[in-house]
């Protein structure tokens, strides 16, 4: 029996495409202290229902858990800060930011810049300290500043991912569309390129003393809901 199978590469394997090497991506996510997320086509494929709604995942609810708990290990026992901005009025991504305890939501900024700038000077932060999940045309102004930058393949097409590379504004780019939970491969990317994956997991599976001070810190996060054209 071989006792040392040989290594597999999960993002050869998955398709997750990485624009930059390990080595350096798993440098910039050394300085992270905040998140951040479109809501269309990262935690969905964007379709609506008749009030203009769009649902999420367990599956990527999970995957952005876990993705804090990582960067929580990672920094010492603080917590990210993490934000949704979302250029519609969606009482889905209402109802996960509140569930979840996320700083902020910013709904209906067609700008997202000013979100952004707002987002920045809430909580004292530089570009570079951010992580961000998108997915199209009215995100890549934020992109461009952001020290981690994940694209969600997916309803855009390939026309898209290509002119974003070509902008220079992606990092990793997830084989998954946000309706096919990519955000959860995005998730899951970032924490293995940390070497927090199995940690992380481990520690949520065994409901450990280090998850349950995580949780409490997360849970006693107040959401601030900022509205834009109401």
């Not at 996510?29 to 609506?48: E, H, M, Q, S, T």
Request: aromatic share 10%; charged share 25%.
């Amino acid at each position: 029996m071989n006792e040392h199978p040989i290594a597999r590469d999960p993002f050869q394997e998955i398709g997750t495409e990485l624009l930059l090497s390990p080595a350096e991506l798993k440098e910039r996510l050394r300085g992270i202290r905040a998140l951040l997320f479109d809501w269309d086509g990262v935690f969905n494929d964007g379709w609506k229902d008749l009030e203009g709604g769009s649902p999420f995942s367990e599956v990527g609810s999970m995957g952005v858990n876990m993705l804090r708990f990582g960067l929580w290990l990672q920094n010492g026992e603080q917590i990210p800060y993490s934000a949704i901005i979302t250029g519609q009025h969606n009482a889905h991504a209402e109802r996960f930011a509140q569930r979840e305890k996320m700083h902020g939501l910013y709904m209906g900024f067609i700008d997202k810049r000013v979100a952004f700038e707002a987002f920045l000077a809430k909580h004292g932060l530089k570009v570079e300290e951010v992580v961000f999940f998108f997915d199209d045309a009215i995100d890549l102004a934020v992109a461009d500043r952001c020290g981690v930058r994940v694209l969600m393949r997916g309803q855009a097409g390939e026309f898209f991912v290509k002119h974003a590379v070509a902008r220079g504004c992606v990092d990793l780019i997830t084989a998954l569309s946000g309706g096919q939970n990519g955000l959860r491969e995005g998730t899951d990317a970032l924490l293995t390129l940390m070497g927090r994956f199995g940690e992380a997991i481990d520690h949520r599976a065994a409901y450990s003393d280090a998850y349950q001070r995580y949780l409490a810190q997360r849970q006693a996060v107040s959401t601030e809901i900022q509205r834009a054209g109401r």
